[in-house]
């Protein structure tokens, strides 16, 4: 079956570090795939799109990466801060002219 | 920028009650989305529409009916509830289709308990 899959478990780290979440996926090509944000009892928020033709997009701290041989990217979050703690979505089109997401992966930054 | 509002925000209802979820959007986006989040299961997909009158099932569509007679609002009825529904539902917009690989902007969510 088609799957997007990201760490059910929290990721906990130092503030300071560099925070590294994973997104795997499985039976799909994607053209592009979408990383969001998720404050608890909030919408999600669109963050970075990285294209398949793209091994790595950055944005600020932010950087993603995009292997399509592996099927994964990854997201990371350089100097993280604990206003960074939050849950992190991957997203991409499976079919439908709609995203499906992953469950998502919360991170949660110490001082 | 009132972007995207839902409405009602919080809502408890009994098994059998028909419910329905408002949602707004500004910006005259074509696609409009409704997502459910659970426990366990992350967003899943309920119905999207691509314009005004023209909708099509996601991936979870049983229990629920949806319309857009106008751009703007995209409300998500359920039929009769049941506790199963009980989640909650996020509203998005996005200007044209996911495949240009346009983002998707989402409202607040509204927390349905069904009892």
């Known amino acids: 079956s088609q799957k997007i899959e990201q760490n059910s478990e929290a990721l906990n780290i130092q503030e300071g570090k560099t925070a590294t979440l994973t997104c795997n996926y499985t039976n799909y090509s994607p053209a592009y795939l979408q990383w969001y944000r998720q404050d608890p009892g909030r919408g999600p928020v669109f963050l970075l799109l990285i294209r398949e033709n793209e091994k790595e997009k950055r944005k600020e701290r932010l950087k993603v990466t995009f292997d399509t041989t592996l099927k994964q990217s990854l997201f990371h979050i350089t100097a993280s801060q604990p206003a960074d703690s939050a849950t992190y979505l991957c997203a991409l089109r499976t079919g439908r002219r709609a995203l499906t997401f992953g469950s998502g992966t919360r991170l949660q930054v110490q001082p | 920028d009132a972007g995207i509002t839902q409405s009602p925000r919080y809502k408890i209802t009994e098994t059998g009650r028909q419910v329905t979820l408002m949602c707004h959007q500004t910006?005259?986006?074509?696609?409009m989305f409704w997502y459910r989040q659970d426990l366990g299961h992350g967003l899943r997909l309920i119905y999207y529409s691509a314009a005004a009158d023209i909708t099509d099932k996601g991936e979870v569509p049983d229990g629920y009916v949806v319309s857009r007679s106008k751009t703007e609002n995209f409300p998500l009825t359920l039929e009769s509830a049941t506790r199963s529904q009980t989640s909650v539902y996020f509203c998005a917009s996005s200007e044209s289709a996911t495949g240009g690989g346009n983002t998707i902007y989402f409202g607040e969510g509204s927390w349905l308990t069904v009892v």
């Open positions: 910006w005259s986006h074509s696609y």
